[in-house]
C-alpha cells in the first residue's frame, strides 16, 4: 500500500513542467474565475436575489447545464487551493472566500446545498437522481473543500460541506426509512473518501461505500423514482442505465461502458474503497475493467470516450479519429483511477497509462498560452477544430487545472519502507519516507530525453527501497547508482525496478531509458488505423498539423523504411522535440475535377515535421493527423 | 428536349429487372399498405373521430414525424398507382380509393389539407413553413393524385388536390396581401410541375416558379414568421436557412448544402422549371451544383448527404463511410435531379449517376424479398446495421418504391425526331418517336454483362435519331447496326453515341461495353478513403460482406498486383456477379490483449468473395466495407 506524495512539496523547478505549472497557476486559476463571473456562474450563489432568467435551457434530459454550475467553481476552488500553499495568494483567498461565504449563507437548514435547487426549486430537490447531478456538484464542492481546507487550514467551507454530507447521510442508504438512492452522475463517492482522509470519521467511509455497494442493484432505484414523479421509466433519453454504469452491480461489471467520466469517477472510487476497506472484490472488479480499457477502448493518446452521443463508449475497438469525443475531463480521471490503482497495486500497467494521459489526451486540454481549451480531443481534423476561451459545459477547464495544480503527488508515493517514482521531470521533492525526511532532486530533460538523475539529500542515512517505474515504451533501461550498474534482470516486478539499501546524502541514480522513435500499430480490429501508423518518441504521442507540411497531413503515406529522426527545437511553443523525415504525398494536382478514377493517386515525396500532440492547435488552424498511411 | 418515357409502356418482361419490379408490385406495395394501417398512419384521416394521442413526439424544432404522415401514403398512392395501368388491381384501387374519399372528406372549406393541423391545430395551420412541413405533404399528396389519374383516369382525387393548391396559390405569392412564404422542405414545386403537365393551366407553373424565385430572398421568410410567433430567428435549430438551400436566392447557389433530399427536391424542381419556362439561369445553377455534388460530395455508391445530424452535407471532401447517413430517399432524388437533367440536356455525366444510384445507393435501400429497407446506406459496418420492417419516419420505403414502379420512364427519351436510350436492361418498350410507335426489344444480361441487342419493331420505317449512352465507366466500345460496325469516334457527343437513319422494322443494334473489374480510387482529399480501393464492375460497386469472408473485411489489404475474377453466382439472392481474388487479412491471432503494438499486423492470405453492394445485408448480419486497404 503506498500513499501518493503530499504535491505540496513538489516543486517543479526547472525542466518540462515548470512552464506548465507556472502558466496553469499565473494564467489560467485567474482567467477562469474571470470566466466564471463573466458567465454569471457566480451569480447563482446570490441567493438574496431572485433566480434570473435560464442562461442554458433544459436538455431533453431535463438537466439544464445550469443545474450544475456549483459544481464548477467547487472544482476551481480545488484548482486554485491547490497552488496555495507554496504561493500564498491573498487575491485569490479572497475570491474563494467570497463564494464559501455565499454557500453557506444559502445552504438551508438542513444541510442541503445545491444553488439551482435551493433558488428554483426547492420542492423537486432528491425527485431525480438519475438526470440532474445534485450530489455530483456537492462532489464538487467537497473536494474544493477538503483542498482549501488543506492549504489554508480554514475550517468554514469544510464545515458547510460536513453538514451537507450528514444532510446525505441522513436522506440516503440501505436503511429502513431512507431513500436507497445514488446519484447517476459518480463524483460523490470519491470525495467523500476525500473527506474521510481528512475527518477519519467512519461515516464518511460508510456513505461512499454504500452508494459503490448500491450502484446497479435491481429493480433499479431510477425506474421507481422515475414512476414516483408520474413518468415512465421507459422514456429515459439515455435508454440504458449502462449510461451511468448503473446497469448492474459494479463488481459484476465487466466491460466499460456509458458516459466516460462518470466511469473514470466511479473507478476512481471503487480503488480508494478497495485500498481503505481492504476490499479485493472491488479491486478484482477494478483490474478487469481497467484490462478491458486498455486493451479495446483507449486511444493511442489515452484519450477515452470515443462517441458524443452518450459521451462515453460505444463498442470495443470503435475509436474513430476524426470524430473522438474523447473529452479531457474523461483523459484527466483516467489520471485519477490509474494513480488510484498504483497505490493498491504497484504496477506500471496502471501508471503508464498515467504517464500517456498526462503527456498526452489530458494536457491537449489545454493550450500553451492556459486560457483556452479543447472539450473534445480529437485525434485528427481537417481543420474544423479550434480551441475555445470557454464552453457551454466547461467541465474540462477546471479538470486539466486541478490535475496540473497537484500534479506533484502523480510522481511519488511513499509506503512504509518503499519510495515508489512514477513519472519523470525535472523537480525538488520533499518526500517523507516512514519516518524520515526526504529530499530527492530529480533533473532530467523528459520527456525529450532519457537521461534522468536523482540525487538525494537525506538528513540522515535512511533504509527504504526505491522503486522505479521502467516506462512500458521503453526497450533498454540502464540504471546506476553511485556509478555502479543495476541488474535489471534482476529486479524488476511489475514494471518497477526494485533497489533496497541504506540511501545516504548525496546518493545519485542515474537512468538512462533509451528513447528511439517509435512506429505504433493499431490492433487490427480498429479499422480506422488499419493500414496506418503512429509515431511516439517516449511517452509522447505525435502529429503532423498543416501549419508544418503546408497541406493536409491526411494525404501523406509514410514509407515504412523511412528513418525519421528526432530534434529539439527550442522555437516551438517553449521548445518541444520534433520528429522530421520524408513522406510520400498524393497529388491532388493531377486530379482535375474527379472524385473518383480507375487510376492510383500519384505519389510524390514530401518532408514533414510531426510535433507532440499536446501542443497542437496552438498555432494557425489548419488540419491534423496522428495516424498516418503507412506504404 | 426530351420528353421521358411513359413508364406503363416499358415492361421489364426478363433480366435483372423482372424480378425487382414484380417484387415490388407483389410484395413492397401491399406490405407497404399494411404497415401504413398497422402504425395509424391511415387513422389521420379519420376527422370525425377526435385526434389520438401522439405517437411520434415533439422533436427540439417543433416538429413531429406524425405532421406529415400525409406524405407517407401520398408517396405510397404514387409508388402503388404506378403500377394500376399493367396490372389492374381492384383490390388496390378499392384501398387507394378509400383514403381520398377520407382526404375528400377532411379537407377544409377553403381547400387547406394537412391531416394534423386540420385535426390538431387548425389555428396554427400556415404559421410555420420553416419547420412544420405542410407544403411537403401536400405536394406528395399531389403528386399521388396525379399518378391515380394517370392511372385509373379518376379525377376524384386530382381534383381535391386541385382545391387545395387553388388554395395555396391564394395565399401564397408576391402578390399584395399574400403570405411570401415557400416550404422549407422543397416537394410542392416538382409537384406543381407534374400537375401543370397534366392540366395544362398556367397558374400551376406560375405557382412553382414563384416558390423558387422567392427562395432564399432576404430579409428571410422564416425570419418574419418565427417573430409573428414571438420567437427568435436566432433560436432556429438548424441555426442556417442554409439547411433548406433557403440561405441566398437558389440562381446563386455554388454549393450543394443542407438536408440532402430537400436540396435533390428543389434541383429536380429548377430542372423542370428551366425546361417548361426555358430559363437558362436556372439551368446554370443547376449544372453548377451537379457538378459540385459529383465533383466534391458523392459516395462512389450514388449516396449522398454524409451527415445524421443536418441529414446532409457538411463540408466537401467529407465522405465518411461507417457513419454515411447517405438518406435512400437522398440517392433516389438524385435519380430524379439527375433525369430531369438529362431531359434539358442529354448529357451521360447526368444518366451517369441515374445509373450509379439505381444499380447501388438507391437499390441498397431495399432488401431482396422487398420488405425491408435501409434509411442510411452505409459504405461499412462492423455489423450493427440492420434492415428494418418499417422506420419511424418512414420516407424511404415509399421513395424507393415509386422509382422502381415508374422505372420505365427511366430508360427511354424521345424527341421529336430522337430515341434516346439512358439505361440498358432487358425489357420490351412501346415508344412514341415523333409520330411513329417504335417497339424496342433490349435483350441483355445487364449489368453482370455488357452486351445488348436493341431490336425494333415498327409499323413502318421510320427516320429518326438513335442515341445511345455510352455509360462513363466503360473503356471499350462497340455497336452495330445490322451487323455493321459503328464508329464512335465519329458520333459520341456528351456520351451519347447519335446513329441517324431510317429504321426498319426487324432493325438490330447490337451493343458490347466492355466490363473488366475496376479498381476504384478517390480523391485524395478524401481522407476516409486514403490508402484504399473499391471494386467496381460495369455500373455495379462491389461490397465484401462478413458472412462470406468469415471475418471483417476492414482487415482486408487488397494487393495491388492482384487479378480479381468475375462469375455469375445464380444462387445468390436471385442471381448476380461476384468478385473472387485472394487478399491479405492482418492477423489479429498474435495481439493477445495489445491494442497498440510497435511492430505491424502479420498478414496471412485469405480468398474473398465481392457481392454487389446494393444485395448487402440480406443474409446473415455482419461487418461489410467498400473500400478496401490496398497494398
Known amino acids: 500500500r503506498y500513499r501518493p506524495a503530499d504535491h505540496t512539496g513538489v516543486v517543479f523547478d526547472g525542466g518540462f513542467w515548470q512552464s506548465w505549472t507556472e502558466t496553469v497557476r499565473n494564467v489560467t486559476i485567474p482567467t477562469q474565475h474571470k470566466r466564471l463571473e463573466e458567465e454569471g456562474f457566480l451569480e447563482v450563489l446570490d441567493f438574496d436575489k431572485p433566480a434570473g432568467p435560464l442562461v442554458r435551457p433544459i436538455q431533453p434530459s431535463g438537466l439544464s447545464m445550469q443545474h450544475f454550475f456549483d459544481s464548477d467553481f467547487g472544482k476551481w ?68 473543500a477538503v483542498a482549501y481546507h488543506e492549504a489554508t487550514g480554514k475550517r468554514r467551507f469544510l464545515d458547510v460541506m460536513i453538514r451537507a454530507v450528514d444532510h446525505i447521510m441522513a436522506t440516503f442508504g440501505a436503511e429502513p426509512g431512507k431513500l436507497r438512492g445514488y446519484d447517476a452522475h459518480e463524483e460523490i463517492e470519491l470525495a467523500l473518501v476525500k473527506l474521510y482522509r481528512v475527518t477519519r470519521d467512519p461515516r464518511h467511509l460508510k456513505l461512499a461505500t454504500y452508494f459503490v455497494d448500491e450502484r446497479g442493484r435491481m429493480p433499479s432505484y431510477y425506474d421507481g423514482e422515475a414512476r414516483k414523479r408520474g413518468e415512465s421509466p421507459d422514456d429515459y433519453v439515455y435508454k440504458t442505465y449502462a449510461y451511468s454504469q448503473a446497469h ?95 497505490q493498491v497495486d504497484l504496477d506500471s500497467k496502471f501508471t503508464d497509462r498515467l504517464e500517456t494521459v498526462l503527456y498526452n489526451g489530458a494536457l491537449s486540454g489545454i493550450s500553451r498560452d492556459g486560457e483556452h481549451y479543447f472539450y473534445e480531443n480529437v485525434l485528427e481534423s481537417h481543420g474544423q477544430h479550434r480551441r475555445w476561451k470557454w ?51 530529480q533533473e532530467t530533460q523528459y520527456p525529450w530525453d532519457g537521461d534522468i538523475s536523482l540525487r538525494f539529500a537525506v538528513e540522515r542515512p535512511s533504509r527504504f527501497q526505491l522503486r522505479l517505474r ?24 511489475k514494471g518497477y525496478a526494485a533497489i533496497s539499501r541504506e540511501w545516504r546524502n548525496g546518493d545519485e541514480v542515474r537512468i ?14 480498429v479499422s480506422e488505423d488499419g493500414g496506418r501508423v503512429a509515431l511516439r518518441r517516449g511517452p509522447v504521442v505525435y502529429c503532423i498539423e498543416e501549419t508544418d507540411l503546408g497541406g493536409e497531413p491526411q494525404r501523406l503515406r509514410l514509407p515504412a523504411s523511412e528513418e525519421i529522426s528526432a530534434r529539439y527545437d527550442a522555437a ?29 493517386p500519384s505519389l510524390k515525396e514530401r518532408p514533414f515535421k510531426a510535433i507532440p500532440y499536446h501542443l497542437w492547435a496552438n498555432r494557425e488552424p489548419g488540419a491534423m493527423a496522428i495516424w498516418l498511411q503507412e506504404v
Open 77 to 144: 476552488i480545488e484548482a486554485a487551493s491547490y497552488t496555495l500553499k507554496a504561493h500564498p495568494n491573498a487575491v485569490l483567498e479572497t475570491k474563494i472566500d467570497a463564494i464559501v461565504e455565499k454557500l453557506e449563507k444559502g445552504q438551508m437548514a438542513d444541510g442541503y446545498l445545491n444553488s439551482w435547487f435551493i433558488r428554483r426549486e426547492p420542492d423537486r430537490r432528491w425527485t431525480n437522481l438519475r438526470d440532474l447531478h445534485e450530489m455530483y456538484s456537492m462532489g464538487h464542492l467537497l473536494e474544493g
Open 248 to 342: 448492474m452491480p459494479v463488481r459484476d461489471q465487466h466491460q466499460v461502458v456509458g458516459h466516460a467520466v462518470r466511469a473514470m469517477y466511479l473507478f476512481s472510487a471503487m480503488a480508494d474503497l478497495s485500498h481503505e476497506n481492504d476490499d479485493r472484490t472491488l479491486k478484482e472488479a477494478c483490474d478487469r475493467l481497467f484490462d478491458n480499457l486498455v486493451s479495446r477502448q483507449l486511444y493511442v493518446t489515452g484519450g477515452l470516450g470515443p462517441s458524443a452521443s452518450n459521451e462515453g463508449f460505444t463498442r470495443e475497438f470503435d475509436l474513430p479519429n476524426e470524430t473522438a469525443y474523447a473529452e479531457t475531463c474523461a483523459a484527466v480521471a483516467l489520471g485519477f483511477w490509474s494513480h488510484r490503482m498504483a
Open 391 to 441: 464552453h457551454y459545459c466547461p467541465c474540462c477547464p477546471t479538470n486539466i487545472a486541478r490535475f496540473i495544480t497537484s500534479l506533484g503527488q502523480y510522481f511519488y508515493s511513499t509506503g512504509d519502507h518503499e519510495l515508489a517514482i512514477h513519472l519523470y521531470g525535472t523537480n525538488c521533492a520533499d518526500l517523507t519516507v516512514g519516518d524520515s525526511f526526504v529530499r530527492l532532486i
Open 470 to 493: 521502467i516506462p512500458g515504451w521503453c526497450r533498454q533501461a540502464q540504471i546506476s547508482v553511485n556509478g555502479a550498474a543495476v541488474d535489471l534482470d534482476q529486479c524488476v516486478t
Open 512 to 525: 538512462g531509458f533509451s528513447m528511439p522513435v517509435e512506429r505504433i500499430y493499431a490492433h487490427p480490429a
Open 572 to 600: 516551438l511553443l517553449g521548445g518541444a522535440t520534433v520528429l522530421e523525415g520524408t513522406a510520400l504525398e498524393a497529388d491532388i494536382a493531377d486530379w482535375q475535377n474527379a472524385l473518383y478514377r480507375t487510376a492510383p
